[in-house]
């Protein structure tokens, strides 16, 4: 039941947000989108009130209770850039809105993106380890929570993994070629030019 509640709240998320791009690109019901998209963490709540009731009615966790725990931690934190994502390269083909800002490539700019995609994923795995934990102490004693502890393993192996990734350009800095002359634009310069377009995540 809980892999089904998983596949059926990752496919209520893009319906929902198909939903609320529609509202606000086709019907032109901006308010309407908005209230739409505010029902995208009630999948999350379902999941996890799911869960805590499986494991009250006697369920043995298993890999299945952390692997919810897990999507709720990960959707928690990058449910919101996603839809940003999505609704940014809508506005800019269907409504006129900028084109989408490409990632910096060198130098110090590169850097610090790559310590703030860093940090959105050790947020996420940090959000799934405290789940994890609280299902540990749920159980307590008496259970085996042997597969939960397996899960919290992994986030922490994610967790060193983007740290890693992030040390190794601040370390070793990726340099632009010589006369390119290309300007990069740092995470800041792409949040102001995102302020310039009305975003459905701010509706």
Same mark, same amino acid.
């Given at each position: 039941?809980? %892999?089904?509640?998983?596949?059926?709240?990752?496919?209520?998320?893009?319906?929902?947000?198909?939903?609320? +791009?529609?509202?606000?690109?086709?019907? #032109?019901? &901006?308010?309407? =989108?908005?209230?739409?998209?505010?029902?995208? /963490? $009630? +999948?999350?709540?379902?999941?996890?009130?799911?869960?805590?009731?499986?494991?009250?009615?006697?369920?043995?966790?298993?890999?299945?209770?952390?692997?919810?725990?897990?999507?709720?931690?990960?959707?928690?934190?990058?449910?919101? @850039?996603?839809? #940003?994502?999505?609704?940014? @390269? %809508?506005?800019?083909?269907?409504?006129?809105?900028? /084109? &989408?800002?490409? #990632?910096? *490539?060198?130098?110090?700019? @590169?850097?610090?993106?790559?310590?703030?995609?860093?940090?959105?994923?050790?947020?996420?795995?940090?959000?799934? $380890?405290?789940? +994890?934990?609280?299902?540990?102490?749920?159980?307590?004693?008496?259970?085996?929570?042997?597969?939960? *502890?397996?899960?919290?393993?992994?986030?922490?192996?994610?967790?060193? $993994?983007? %740290?890693?990734?992030? +040390?190794?350009?601040? $370390?070793?800095?990726?340099?632009?070629?010589?006369?390119?002359?290309?300007?990069? *634009?740092?995470?800041?310069?792409?949040?102001?030019?995102? @302020?310039?377009?009305?975003?459905? =995540? #701010? *509706?």
């Amino acid at each position: 039941m809980i %892999v089904a509640l998983i596949v059926a709240c990752e496919v209520g998320f893009w319906v929902l947000l198909a939903a609320g +791009l529609a509202l606000r690109y086709l019907a #032109k019901m &901006p308010k309407t =989108s908005a209230a739409v998209l505010l029902c995208e /963490p $009630i +999948l999350e709540l379902v999941l996890f009130v799911a869960t805590a009731v499986d494991l009250k009615n006697g369920a043995e966790p298993d890999w299945k209770h952390g692997l919810a725990a897990v999507y709720i931690g990960f959707t928690v934190v990058m449910g919101h @850039r996603t839809i #940003k994502w999505v609704d940014t @390269r %809508v506005a800019h083909r269907f409504a006129g809105g900028p /084109p &989408p800002v490409k #990632k910096p *490539r060198y130098g110090s700019a @590169r850097t610090a993106y790559e310590w703030k995609e860093a940090g959105r994923w050790i947020s996420a795995a940090g959000i799934a $380890i405290a789940l +994890l934990q609280a299902a540990v102490w749920y159980v307590g004693d008496g259970g085996d929570v042997e597969s939960l *502890r397996a899960w919290q393993h992994r986030m922490l192996f994610v967790i060193g $993994i983007n %740290v890693i990734i992030a +040390l190794t350009y601040t $370390i070793w800095p990726k340099e632009a070629p010589s006369g390119t002359g290309e300007k990069e *634009r740092s995470g800041t310069d792409v949040e102001e030019r995102s @302020r310039t377009w009305p975003s459905m =995540s #701010k *509706r």
